[in-house]
């Protein structure tokens, strides 16, 4: 069974920057691809950032060029780098970890980032 932690949530201003981990208590298999959600109040989760084991990376539209997602494979550890965040970067930000067959998926807990002046 996979668990995930993440952590580096934090209260920012607009233009700041953040740094998220997600530390995951098993090891990850090349089965999965990890990725970083977010979650308004109200509103659906989506998709901020994904990585594959051998390192391809997707990104929504709205955080390119700002953000970068990584994952360091020896720690079981996914990050990811915010910068030039804007207010409508806040959200709880979940680490997931999702295999497509068998059908398999983790989530973290989720962690608070908060843009404002």
């Known amino acids: 069974q996979v668990q995930l932690v993440e952590s580096g949530g934090d209260l920012v201003q607009p233009g700041g920057s953040l740094r998220l981990s997600c530390a995951a208590s098993?090891?990850?298999?090349?089965?999965?691809?990890m990725g970083w959600y977010r979650e308004a109040p109200g509103k659906q989760r989506e998709l901020v950032a994904t990585?594959?084991?051998?390192?391809?990376?997707n990104y929504a539209d709205s955080v390119k060029g700002r953000f970068t997602i990584s994952r360091d494979t020896a720690k079981n550890t996914v990050y990811l780098q915010m910068s030039s965040l804007k207010p409508e970067d806040t959200g709880v930000y979940f680490c997931?970890?999702?295999?497509?067959?068998?059908?398999?998926?983790?989530w973290g807990q989720g962690t608070q980032v908060t843009v404002s002046s």
């Open positions: 997931n970890a999702r295999r497509v067959f068998p059908f398999t998926t983790f």
């Open positions: 990585i594959s084991y051998g390192g391809t990376t």
């Open positions: 098993g090891s990850i298999s090349s089965s999965y691809v």
